[in-house]
Nanobody, 117 residues
Framework: QVQLVESGGGFVQAGGSLKLSCKGSGGMFSDMGWYRQTPGQQRELVATATSGGSATYAEFVKNRFTISRNLGKNTVDLEMRDLKPEDTAVYFC?????????????WGQGTQVTISS
């Protein structure tokens, strides 16, 4: 059974930094990354990284956030700096098993990130 356990959310002032971490268990993943969601809005991609080392970032976090994966530990981290109030959201770890025709998408429970102005 796949599990994704997140840590590292919290409350910081604008301009500050936070690091989110996610550890996967119960499987290997082609892609691991982070999405975020605010009340009444759809979940949106923040950043994702493939097992081959390619990373994709949402335009609104480029040059501020850095995603990194450790394949051996099955973890994905998101270093966030220069945080803005609009970054406030619940951040979800996401993992994908592309080789599975169904049931290959997994989510963590979410961690709250709050940025004060």
């Amino acid at each position: 059974q796949v599990q994704l356990v997140e840590s590292g959310g919290g409350f910081v002032q604008a301009g500050g930094s936070l690091k989110l971490s996610c550890k996967g268990s119960g499987g290997m993943f082609s892609d691991m990354g982070w999405y975020r969601q605010t009340p009444g809005q759809q979940r949106e991609l923040v950043a994702t990284a493939t097992s081959g080392g390619s990373a994709t970032y949402a335009e609104f976090v480029k040059n501020r956030f850095t995603i990194s994966r450790n394949l051996g530990k099955n973890t994905v981290d998101l270093e966030m700096r220069d945080l803005k109030p609009e970054d406030t959201a619940v951040y979800f770890c996401h993992a994908l098993q592309r080789w599975m025709s169904s049931g290959g998408e997994h989510w963590g429970q979410g961690t709250q990130v709050t940025i004060s102005s």
